[in-house]
């Protein structure tokens, strides 16, 4: 049986999520595990315990308790929680984030761990919802997602192998290794447009009048347009960098579709949307 503690900083739909599916292993003869978990909301802990998600409440002088701290909080937040508590990790112990930009939290997160002698990977598990908050938080929320890790070291595989081992009960589908710039570059295209996108795209004036013309294509461009305003617009300034590249990007291609229609080119638009097509079909198969 394997025994450890892991601490959970925020409780909303990631971090409880992740308590979720470690008290969900417990019920099984392979794990014995203590989970501590803390949130902004003091009400948001009470519940946890109350609902049976986490065993106790994590504060501070109990970080140095836990084998394990996961931080699924905003980025510029889980540095300065990172900085505030650095005494109270455990040395010698493993602390991962769950923040959807990497650069900002790897930097503080790599360099605080050196200093004080526990370590840090930068995590983004890849999975989610378009609602937050405990009350939607599901054991089976990564079941099969994909993992990116971010290490100090892509070297060290021993370390890659211990973060894996700490993760198993939440049961990803695969890990992928990843530099933070590399990982804020891609984020950028596969995540943060499409939300952009998206939100931007349901603001036609006939989008009210849509009802009983719209199916799948519909549904498909705007399901990420329900988002978290205050967590998506930090997310985005943090890596405006690769958004603002990735939106003159698509500027720069749906100006080519207008002119063509402008100009009532036909056989200009068939090359265009061919181009997209097999481009797809490159990308994805």
Not at 43 to 57: N, P, Y
Not at 164 to 178: A, H, T
């Amino acid at each position: 049986m394997r025994e450890f503690t892991v601490g959970i900083v925020g409780l909303g739909l990631i971090g409880a999520s992740f308590a979720k599916s470690y008290t969900e292993a417990n019920k099984t003869e392979e794990y014995d595990i203590t989970v501590l978990g803390s949130d902004i909301d003091s009400s948001v802990t009470l519940m946890g315990k109350i609902s049976g998600i986490i065993d106790g409440e994590l504060t501070p002088e109990r970080l140095g308790e836990c084998d394990l701290v996961i931080i699924s909080i905003y980025p510029q937040a889980c540095v300065e929680y990172m900085e505030a508590n650095k005494a109270f990790f455990k040395k010698g112990g493993l602390v991962i984030d769950t923040c959807g930009t990497k650069r900002l939290v790897c930097e503080a997160g790599f360099r605080i761990a050196s200093e004080q002698g526990f370590t840090f990977v930068g995590c983004h598990p890849m999975a989610g919802t378009k609602y937050s908050g405990m009350s939607h938080a599901k054991a089976s929320m990564f079941n099969g997602a994909p993992m990116v890790l971010v290490p100090d070291r892509f070297d060290d595989m021993e370390l890659i192998d211990r973060v894996k081992e700490f993760l198993k009960p939440i049961q990803f589908g695969s890990y992928c290794l990843s530099h933070a710039e590399n990982h804020d570059k891609m984020i950028a295209f596969t995540s943060q447009m499409a939300h952009l996108v998206s939100n931007a795209y349901i603001k036609s004036p006939v989008a009210k009048e849509h009802t009983g013309f719209s199916a799948g294509s519909y549904k498909d461009m705007t399901r990420v347009a329900w988002l978290n305003p205050d967590m998506w617009s930090e997310l985005f300034f943090e890596n405006k960098d690769f958004l603002i590249d990735e939106i003159d990007v698509l500027m720069g291609e749906l100006q080519k579709y207008k002119t063509a229609l402008v100009e009532n080119d036909r056989d200009e638009m068939v090359r265009l949307l061919d181009e997209g097509r097999r481009i797809k079909e490159e990308v994805d198969g």
